[in-house]
């Protein structure tokens, strides 16, 4: 079971007397079955890199000496990510069965709100904090030269840009179940 079927319950037996109203509760409970299901595997791709990049540098930070507080610092921002992914996943959660529509609208969009977020600041507490580690360490074993800092640096704003793009995607849900919220508080 989804994390939605509870709130795609309720907008199956929402009752409204305006059919369009109607017709856009179905198009925005597709699209927020198929946004969670989305979400979801992202977080978890992200915690699970995470949860990795952490043992691996643990485990550097036992074996390499020299490379320990490097190391260590890897691990910590690895665990940042992690928990920031975390952080919002459950601070945000979605409405309980017993719900009204309006409530369950409400949880979603502010759900969707933090997403976008999350997109939008991810140069700050995802790339740029993995960015400045995976240089230092880098750096630390002797290898940064001005091909792997261009490199580096060119991944970065692909993957900062890849972020935005999605944020603004991303917006037009948030911006639907903004409507509808509208609305609802004015039939």
Known sequence: MSELDPLQTLWRE???????????????????????????????????????GAVFFGCVAVLVPDLRA?????????????????????????????????????????WLRAQVALLRWAGLWYVLPLLSGILAFTASNGDLGPGVLAFSLALAGVLIWLNWKA???????????????HDLDHV
């Open 14 to 52: 929402a009752e409204t007397s305006r059919p369009d109203t109607l017709r856009h509760l179905d198009v925005l409970k597709a699209r927020a079955a198929t946004l969670n299901r989305t979400l979801m595997w992202r977080d978890v791709r992200e915690i699970g890199a995470a949860a990795l």
């Open 70 to 110: 490097v190391a260590l610092g890897m691990v910590g921002l690895s665990l940042w990510v992690a928990s920031v992914l975390l952080v919002v996943r459950f601070r945000y959660r979605r409405a309980t069965p017993s719900a009204s529509v309006r409530n369950a609208l409400v949880a979603e969009h502010c």
């Open 167 to 181: 944020a603004a995607a991303l917006s037009v849900t948030r911006d639907a179940f903004a409507a509808q919220i």
